[in-house]
């Protein structure tokens, strides 16, 4: 998060014992997107949740665990998986903008922070 | 494959920002709305909304016989509503009877009152365990509980998210509604924890 964060007033996010709902900003991100496509009708919860489900036993299947449990990692292959099957997206495209993304030189950026935009709209809704 | 995999392996927020631009080039998505939910769920969707609907409870009797037999209609009246909400179940921990709410399969969580679930809540030390051995997950969580209280244990795999109406602590009888509500926990509510009394 690069927004300076009201931690106290009642614009502070939800916390649980001090964690933040999420702890970057593409978590947010992700979650967003799964939303929004939800709210338009581009799929129902159920479909979404079984194949969050899919990929959480994947993962909790795989022997030598030694990552910490990567929620939002699983949700976004979750998401992925999901619009593939719609022919929303490929996995290919996906990957292939992910990679020319990660292409930009250092300094165009701008869009790099997701959560940009998010916050300037969060600042406006404060004055 | 071989594409699959590595392009698994860029970073998740680089995949999230390609999906993104891919879903918002093919109007799928609008930024905007977008940022709208998140920050709803960052400032606006959390666990005051059920503190309310506790509290409600525990100062209403009819409102609390409404919240037992028609949870999300009932949770509805307060404003409460949306995605998550659909099918709200509650139920009411007294001193013989414990209830505690787990999703052993993901993460399922009554969104539009307690926000969005901790990560204990989705981790699956909690989800397998939880089921096993409550009392002594519960113990481990600070939740000490005679042996003669009988623990339900409700998992959210179905359409139904639970709801857990703690306790009102011993007393508090001469503490407003609003009073109330600062006391109610979001552990309360999951059944991990009990409100104590200011």
């Known amino acids: 998060m690069t927004a300076p964060l009201d931690i106290e007033g009642p614009a502070a996010p939800p916390r649980s014992n001090g964690e933040l709902v999420f702890s970057e900003p593409w978590e947010s991100r992700a979650f967003g997107m799964a939303v929004s496509l939800y709210e338009a009708g581009a799929f129902t919860w159920p479909q979404f949740q079984a194949a969050l489900i899919a990929r959480i036993a994947a993962w909790e299947a795989t022997p030598a665990r030694d990552e910490p449990y990567p929620y939002y990692r699983l949700w976004l292959a979750a998401l992925e998986d999901v619009l593939v099957g719609l022919c929303a997206v490929s996995t290919d495209e996906v990957t292939a903008r992910a990679q020319a993304l990660a292409q930009r030189p250092p300094g165009h950026d701008h869009r790099d922070d997701p959560g940009h935009e998010h916050h300037h709209a969060r600042d406006r809704s404060q004055s | ?198």
């Open chain 2, 1 to 198: 494959m071989t594409t699959t995999g590595s392009g698994e392996r860029l970073p998740p927020a680089l995949r999230t920002e390609a999906l993104e631009q891919l879903l918002t080039e093919r109007g799928l998505i609008d930024p905007k709305v977008m940022n709208g939910i998140i920050t709803e769920y960052e400032t606006n969707v959390g666990p005051l909304n059920g503190a309310k609907v506790v509290a409600k409870a525990w100062t209403d009797p009819e409102y609390r016989r409404r919240l037992l037999q028609d949870g999300t209609a009932a949770i509805k009246e307060l404003g409460f509503s949306g995605p998550q909400g659909e099918h709200i179940v509650v139920v009411e921990n007294t001193p013989t009877t414990h209830h505690v709410v787990v999703c052993t399969l993901c993460s399922c969580y009554p969104w539009p009152v307690l926000g969005l679930p901790p990560s204990w809540y989705k981790d699956p030390a909690y989800r397998a365990r939880v089921v096993k051995e409550p009392r002594t997950v519960l113990s481990e969580m600070g939740l000490d509980l005679d042996d003669d209280v009988q623990i339900t244990v409700h998992d959210s795999t179905s359409e139904v998210r639970w709801l857990v109406l703690p306790e009102r602590p011993a007393g508090t009888e001469h503490l407003t509604e609003e009073e109330l509500v600062s006391l109610v926990t979001r552990d309360a509510m999951v059944g991990v924890a009990k409100v104590a009394a200011p």
